[in-house]
């Protein structure tokens, strides 16, 4: 069961932080420290599968941000055990098509049947996971330039969107800013609201998350490990 994508569903608002470091002792750490979900980022933290595979079985329900929407990553993640996955650089509703269909199985999409062989069905343990995979599976995807803030709503349309996440550095990047610039903060504000009257969860990677709360963001990273751990190291020095 996805119990992350359920909380979703039932219209709850998520707390969630960044897991940037390796390890399985700092991912059992994050998720027992009361967040909603860890992120386990793969983009701009390793992707090394016999670690996410470890981080996956110290936090069972951690969504995976793959480096690149490319369909072995998307499948790697799944069949190491992730129920939910996060695709960066979704621009356009055929980057959606092509991120959801990766984590389906056919007819709806084009996942490669070897879960019998992999940790998403204990290796053959689960005959149920096939039949069960389509529809437990989630898809976020990241809204993080103007592109994407363009096709916004075309975006949310895609069927088995389930969250539309904002990148808020690299969406300033793309504007030619810094994230503390006025203009990317309406931005964020005018991009949750139209995400939010789709139906989609808007998520986002928040500085200030209660702010962001506030707007309607309902999936939201309170920070990273790595940054936390960071600062805290240099506060107690």
């Not at 998520?14 to 909603?36: H, V």
């Not at 690149?68 to 190491?80: G, M, P, R, S, Y």
């Not at 062989?117 to 204990?122: F, L």
Request: hydrophobic share 50%; glycine share 8%.
């Amino acid at each position: 069961m996805n119990t992350l994508g359920h909380k979703l569903l039932a219209g709850a608002v998520t707390r969630g932080i960044w897991q940037n470091l390796p390890g399985p002792e700092l991912a059992e750490l994050a998720a027992r420290a009361g967040f909603d979900w860890i992120c386990i980022d793969g983009e701009h933290g390793g992707w090394d599968v016999a670690d996410i595979r470890a981080r996956l079985i110290a936090a069972p329900d951690a969504v995976v941000r793959v480096p690149a929407n490319e369909d072995w990553l998307l499948k790697q993640a799944l069949d190491l055990g992730a129920n939910t996955v996060l695709v960066p650089m979704v621009d356009t509703p055929e980057d959606a098509v092509r991120a959801v269909s990766a984590c389906r199985y056919p007819p709806e999409g084009v996942r490669g049947m070897g879960a019998f062989v992999a940790r998403a069905a204990m290796y053959s343990l689960d005959p149920g996971y096939v039949a069960r995979a389509n529809s437990e599976v989630s898809v976020w995807v990241q809204a993080e330039s103007r592109t994407a803030l363009e096709n916004l709503e075309a975006i949310c349309a895609v069927p088995g969107v389930d969250c539309v996440f904002l990148g808020p550095a690299d969406l300033a990047a793309d504007m030619g800013t810094d994230a503390y610039d006025a203009a990317v903060h309406a931005a964020l504000e005018d991009a949750i609201a139209r995400i939010a009257a789709c139906g989609i969860p808007p998520g986002i990677f928040a500085a200030d998350p209660e702010r962001w709360i506030a707007a309607g963001a309902r999936v939201v990273s309170m920070g990273s490990d790595a940054m936390v751990l960071a600062q805290g190291l240099r506060s107690l020095a």
